[in-house]
C-alpha cells in the first residue's frame, strides 16, 4: 500500500512538473503578444513567476521522495504548448482562444494539486503537503481572475476591433 501510494505520487509529481514546463512555455509565449491587453499581460507575467516557484517546489517534493530531477521529460510538453500559443497566434481573437484555453489550463492544474494532495500523506511524504498547497491556492486564485475576466475581455477585445475598423 505505502509503495502504491509513493510510485503514485511520484509519477503525479513527474506529469505536475511536465504540467508546469508547458503552462511556463504557454504564458511566455503568450506574455510577447499581450501588449494591447495590459491588465492581462500583468496577471500572466506574474504568474510566470508563481510557475518558476512551482516548478522549484515539485523539484523539491521529487527530491523528498528520493528521485532524481535530472531526468525529467518535459521536451514533449513543451514542443506542445509552443504549437497551441502559435496555433491561437495565428487566429484574429488570438487573446479570446488565449483566455478559453488559459481557463481550461488553470482548472487542469487544480485537479492535479488536488490529486497529489491527496496522495502525499498515503505516500510517507507529509512535508510536501505545505508547498502543494501553496501552488493549488495560486492555481485558485489565477483560475477565478481569468474566470471573473472573460466578459471584460472580450469587450475589450471588440474595442480593439472597432479601434481597428
Ligand atoms: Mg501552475
Ligand atoms: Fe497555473
Known amino acids: 500500500m505505502a509503495n502504491a501510494a509513493r510510485d ?3 509519477v503525479g509529481l513527474r506529469n505536475a512538473h511536465a504540467m508546469e514546463v508547458q503552462a511556463r512555455e ?12 495590459p491588465e492581462v499581460k500583468a496577471k500572466v507575467t506574474a504568474h510566470l513567476q508563481e510557475t518558476n516557484e512551482q516548478l522549484s517546489r515539485l523539484e523539491k ?4 521522495c528520493g528521485e532524481s530531477t535530472s531526468t525529467l521529460k ?4 513543451s514542443v506542445m504548448a509552443n504549437m497551441m500559443a502559435l496555433a491561437h497566434s495565428a487566429a484574429g481573437d488570438e487573446i479570446l482562444k488565449n483566455t478559453f484555453a488559459n481557463n ?4 487542469f492544474e487544480i485537479a492535479a494539486y488536488k490529486s497529489l494532495l491527496a496522495l ?3 505516500a510517507g511524504v507529509p512535508e510536501a503537503k505545505a508547498p502543494l498547497e501553496m501552488s493549488l491556492k495560486e492555481e485558485q486564485r489565477m483560475a477565478a481572475w481569468i474566470d471573473s ?6 469587450m475589450e477585445y471588440l474595442t480593439h476591433q472597432r479601434q481597428a475598423a
Open 149 to 154: 475576466n472573460v466578459e471584460k475581455v472580450t
Open 104 to 107: 481550461a489550463f488553470e482548472n
Open 74 to 77: 518535459d521536451t514533449a510538453q
Open 120 to 122: 502525499c500523506g498515503a
Open 8 to 10: 503514485t505520487f511520484v
Open 26 to 37: 504557454l504564458m511566455e509565449r503568450q506574455s510577447e503578444r499581450l501588449d494591447e491587453y
Open 61 to 64: 517534493c521529487l527530491e523528498a
